[in-house]
């Protein structure tokens, strides 16, 4: 076994591996598979099969200077995109990490509306009807909560 490891690695030394541009291809060639999958067309079969094969020619490249510049390239034209979606990314572990949280705070407080101005209102629940004052337009009503 620690044969085939030594064997492995002094296969891979000196190769360039996995690099944003390669990873991109990758998942280009997934996206043409499942393509594939839904209009059994045969033309993004091949085009699945020439990117994986790009893709797998650019891990195992001994040159690693050009591949460096070709990925640096590819860095460079598409940095506004990735920053567009890095920035999606943190917002949608926010809005998982809001809705959880209102989801915990409906067990211990009713919601409602104000009846004039529409301000969002919370109340402890279980404290029957109360007299409640709108934070934002002062407007005094009863509520059950």
């Known amino acids: 076994m620690n044969d085939f490891r030594y064997r492995m ?17 990758t998942w280009v060639a997934l996206i043409l598979m499942l393509l594939t999958m839904i209009t059994h067309s045969s033309i993004p079969y091949l085009l699945a099969m020439v990117c994986l094969i790009y893709s797998i020619w650019r891990m195992l490249s001994k040159n690693y200077q050009k591949r460096y510049y070709e990925n640096a390239k ?4 598409t940095a506004g995109i990735r920053r567009h979606f890095s920035g999606l990314q943190y917002k949608f572990r926010g809005f998982v990490a809001r ?3 209102n ?4 067990k211990i407080y009713a919601y409602f ?14 404290r029957g009807k109360i007299q409640v004052t709108c934070s934002k337009c002062h407007t005094v009503f009863i ?3």
């Open 9 to 25: 690695a002094k296969f891979f030394n000196g190769r360039t591996g996995v690099d944003a541009l390669g990873r991109t291809v």
């Open 113 to 126: 509306k104000c009846p004039s101005c529409k301000q969002k209102l919370r109340a402890p629940k279980g």
């Open 74 to 77: 590819f860095l460079e034209k």
């Open 143 to 145: 509520k059950k909560v």
């Open 103 to 106: 989801y915990r705070l409906r």
């Open 99 to 101: 809705t959880k949280e």
